[in-house]
């Protein structure tokens, strides 16, 4: 279907689920600083961080990130398609992380901080 098919008949983009159903309007984002190790979760929200992609008809996220440890600033992306699934993923001086290894990696880097 057409874009502007797809516009006009209301066919918009879907926005990424919602990660927790206590907060319907956030997607969560887990990234680790590639320089500390310090490990972020960042709420990204629905309504106000995701663009439109108006070439492709899906959904788009760019997201400075700095941490309070090291403060090197991180540049994230992610796209999403019109089904709000993630179809591609980049981030500069950092990595993603599910939010498994978040909990364990904040739990670490924690416990460091806390021997020093
Ligand atoms: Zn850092």
Redesign the pocket.
């Known amino acids: 279907m057409s874009f502007f098919r797809k516009l006009f008949s209301g066919g918009n983009p879907l926005l990424p689920k919602a990660s927790d159903a206590s907060d319907p309007n956030a997607w969560w984002l887990y990234v680790q600083?590639n320089?500390?190790g310090?490990p972020l979760a960042i709420r990204i929200d629905l309504r106000n961080d995701i663009s439109t992609d108006y070439e492709t008809g899906g959904r788009f996220l760019r997201k400075e990130i700095m941490?309070s440890?090291?403060f090197?600033l991180m540049y994230a992306e992610a796209r999403f398609d019109g089904n709000g699934n993630v179809v591609e993923q980049t981030i500069e001086r950092g990595k993603f992380l599910t939010r498994q290894d978040y909990e364990a990696a904040a739990a670490a880097f924690q416990a460091k901080k806390n021997r020093e």
């Open positions: 600083c320089k500390c310090a941490d440890t090291c090197q």
